[in-house]
């Protein structure tokens, strides 16, 4: 099956992933002039009202350089909505999101059969986060266009099984878009993701070394120094497994070789209204393919150094 046709256009193959606190209107805007799909979490947007103008500023930038330089690459844009009952703000976001006809929903936490319907109604896609065979199918029978397969070493939120296991089975059972998600930051890794049965990578963490993006810059430093190694896999601290630095769960006061255990009850995903918000902005989240970030840099050379990479790995390919 071919990628729907919003997907088709791309300079590279890639769907730059949802990060919270870090993800804004600059970031994506960034992203999409580079080719590749930004998004931006709607939790990001605060307070709640703040989104509308959010969709507004991307537009229209975008349509701007569309105007500006008419035979560029500009891709769409994604904003991601977290389907769970801590959200209190999921019926709002998605209401504005369909109002601004926003191009591509990422879903995650949950299959999202409330999201569906709305974001088919104006010609959208809905694809959505799974870790598993069980994840994936429950989302497909919600009705998704695309599924994003979170595997081992992805930033955030994560499964734990290897890409190859996962991309795998799934294609047993579905010829739609998939897109991989795992330790994924320079163009080999993306040809690798394609090589393994996937449509399209998605990157993350690569994404948090950039100017654009916002978190502090003691948390863009410690990327710098941090390798695989340096990633610490817990449910402490969203009541769902995840990848973080390690420094930063140290400066929090926690001893990563003895974590206590998580209260499912007490699930935190950045919503609004509580009091205890320090997952993302005090925990800070990053995959296993940090050892590979050398420095700090704008989104369009990041963006201009994958290409270079991917090309090349697909250059030793064919002359191999």
């Not at 330089?69 to 904003?79: D, E, Q, R, Y």
């Not at 497909?140 to 599924?147: C, K, R, S, T």
């Not at 010829?175 to 399209?200: K, T, Y």
Request: aromatic share 6%.
């Amino acid at each position: 099956m071919s990628l729907p046709p919003i997907l088709q256009n791309l300079s590279l193959p890639v769907i730059c992933s949802p990060m919270f606190i870090a993800g804004n209107p600059r970031l994506v805007i960034e992203q999409c002039k580079a080719g590749v799909v930004g998004s931006f979490p709607a939790l990001n947007a605060r307070p709640k009202e703040t989104l509308d103008a959010w969709l507004s500023e991307i537009e229209a930038a975008l349509e701007d350089h569309r105007k500006a330089h008419p035979g560029a690459t500009v891709a769409p844009f994604a904003v991601n909505q977290i389907v769970h009952k801590s959200n209190d703000r999921l019926a709002y976001d998605v209401e504005v999101c369909i109002r601004h006809k926003v191009p591509i929903t990422i879903t995650s936490l949950r299959a999202p059969h409330e999201v569906v319907e709305g974001v088919h109604s104006y010609g959208g896609i809905v694809l959505h986060d799974v870790i598993s065979v069980r994840h994936a199918e429950k989302a497909l029978e919600a009705g998704v266009d695309g599924l994003i397969l979170v595997c081992a070493g992805a930033g955030g939120h994560a499964g734990t099984l290897s890409p190859f296991a996962l991309v795998g089975e799934v294609r047993r059972f579905f010829d739609g878009p998939i897109i991989l998600s795992g330790a994924i930051a320079s163009g080999d890794a993306i040809l690798a993701a394609l090589a393994s049965g996937a449509d399209l990578a998605y990157i993350g963490t690569r994404f948090l070394a950039t100017p654009e993006a916002s978190v502090p810059e003691r948390y863009k430093q410690e990327l710098l120094k941090a390798v695989a190694a340096d990633i610490v896999y817990t449910d402490l601290f969203s009541g769902v497994h995840g990848n973080y630095l390690k420094h930063s769960v140290v400066a929090a006061g926690f001893d990563p070789k003895n974590l206590p255990k998580s209260d499912p009850s007490k699930m935190n995903f950045g919503t609004e209204g509580g009091a205890e918000k320090k997952v993302w902005r005090d925990i800070w989240s990053a995959g296993q393919g940090v050892g590979q970030i050398e420095a700090i840099q704008p989104v369009a050379e990041v963006v201009a150094r994958l290409k270079k990479e991917y090309v090349a790995a697909r250059q030793r390919l064919q002359l191999g």
